[in-house]
């Protein structure tokens, strides 16, 4: 039996499976909605170190589009679970192209959000003959001013009880740079008290960014919690995998999706929430601005996908551009 890690699929997935893309990695991939649909959207989840989940089919309407979701490298259902080797962006941008033949399909539209961002416009400049059009929101391009905007405290301004609850996480003589301690700790496999350490500090860091309306780590009785304490069983390797790219520049040379985003010809288009405190607007705004063509909606929302604005946009985008 396969190690399935959470039930995907549904009366509308076409195709499911696990897809081996060589060096031990198996990706899980699911194509699902309307398999009538002309061009199939592939989408790029979160992270790095998440998944594609149920709730993100939400976005999309079966009886119109037929979309491919898949776990990227070492996340979510692909196995082996966790694995850092043979496991970099570029990796990423050859199993999407993988499983498109796999399926047999060579145009896509291409939608993501945050990470997802990322991988969808690189794939867009690295594939143009195969993307057809691009949605992407909540920007983030992988360059070293992105990272260390969250990394190195500079939205500190806006929630210094966060930065200093961070900073407060590794011992003292780290503590003008915790972010890389962190990093260190995570590629330290087999030491789980200080993954399971590290990888909370770095949840604690990220989660407060990703909501519009976080209003501190207390939780209703007052108590403070953590981000282990919402956790019955707490799972390491999501935050490992973050820390695994983000601490290696994404395995990109600095800046270049922004440097290469003027190649892109075809339609594109960027939803990013005003208050974003993770991904701020000057990178949507910056690419935009690369992308003459391109379209910005600026919605009065924060980082997260569910929220209305931010929702409701790319719900209506991916019905006018992805038909």
């Given amino acids: ?38 061009t199939p959207v592939l989408t790029f989840h979160g992270g790095p170190g998440s998944q594609y989940r149920w709730r993100h089919k939400a976005i999309f309407d079966p009886r119109y589009h037929r979309v491919i979701f898949f776990d990227q490298r070492g996340s979510g259902n692909s196995l082996p679970y966790g694995k850092l080797e043979h496991n970099t962006t570029n990796d990423l941008m050859e199993d999407a192209q993988k499983i498109l033949s796999h399926l047999g399909i060579k ?11 990322t991988l969808a416009t690189l794939f867009t400049i690295r594939y ?5 059009a691009t949605l992407v929101g909540g920007v983030y391009t992988g360059s070293r001013t992105e990272t260390e905007y969250v ?20 011992p003292a003589q780290h503590r003008g740079d915790p972010a890389q301690y962190h990093y260190q700790q995570l590629k330290k496999a087999g030491d789980e008290q ?42 390491h390797v999501p935050y490992r995998l973050y820390a695994h790219y983000l601490s290696q520049g994404c395995f990109l040379p600095d800046n270049y999706i922004l440097s290469e985003a003027k190649h892109i010809k075809t339609p594109f288009a960027i939803v990013q929430g005003r208050y974003d405190m993770a991904c701020p ?24 996908s569910g929220e209305a604005e931010n929702q409701t946009t790319a719900k209506a985008l991916i019905d006018t551009m992805f038909v």
């Fill in 194 to 235: 200080a993954l399971r350490i590290s990888a909370e500090a770095l949840e604690n860091l990220e989660l407060p960014l990703l909501g519009f309306d976080w209003r501190g780590y207390q939780d209703e009785g007052g108590r403070d919690v953590s981000a282990a304490d919402r956790h019955e069983i707490y799972d």
């Fill in 151 to 170: 990394d190195q405290g500079h939205f500190q301004r806006f929630y210094p009880e966060v930065w200093e609850r961070f900073v407060a996480s590794v």
């Fill in 128 to 132: 143009p003959e195969v993307a057809k």
């Fill in 107 to 117: 145009h896509v539209y291409v939608f993501g959000r945050s990470w997802g961002s």
């Fill in 1 to 38: 039996m396969q190690d399935i890690r959470e039930l995907k699929t549904d009366k509308l997935t076409i195709a499911s499976g696990h897809l081996d893309v060589g060096n031990g990695h198996k990706v899980y991939f699911e194509h699902w909605g309307n398999p009538k649909a002309k």
């Fill in 281 to 304: 607007p000057a990178t949507a705004y910056k690419l935009h601005q690369i992308i003459r063509h391109s379209k910005l909606y600026i919605t009065l929302a924060g980082h997260g």
